[in-house]
């Protein structure tokens, strides 16, 4: 079972960033996605990272604010979020799955709460 710990969450104003964090051990084998959840909705995709580190998706709602990066020596993946937005308000989830394309989580991270105030 892999184990999956989120970091860097908080609070933050409207235009802000922040930086979330994801260690775990293995984690270069895998590939990597961020998802969010706000209050009252369902888990949505972010973001996903190749194994590599070379391909990236994007939701096209965080295109243009928020980058994926991976840092396999580090067993560690990040979401860099920027000009955050009130909407962005979510725990936001780590995962691993096995392709980044078309990204679907074998392992879930426990979350991360990230709160954007106006």
């Known amino acids: 079972q892999m184990q999956l710990v989120e970091s860097g969450g908080g609070l933050v104003q409207a235009g802000g960033s922040l930086r979330l964090s994801c260690a775990a051990s293995?984690?270069?084998?895998?590939?990597m996605g961020w998802f969010s959840q706000a209050p009252g909705k369902g888990r949505e995709f972010v973001a996903s990272v190749s194994r590599s580190g070379g391909s990236t998706v994007y939701a096209e709602s965080v295109k243009g604010r928020v980058t994926i990066s991976r840092d396999n020596a580090k067993n560690t993946v990040y979401l860099q979020m920027n000009s955050l937005k009130v909407e962005d308000t979510a725990v936001y989830y780590c995962?691993?799955?096995?392709?980044?394309?078309?990204?679907?989580?074998?392992?879930w991270g426990q979350g991360t709460q990230v709160t954007v105030s106006s």
């Open positions: 995962a691993a799955g096995q392709s980044y394309y078309s990204f679907t989580a074998d392992y």
């Open positions: 293995g984690l270069s084998h895998y590939a």
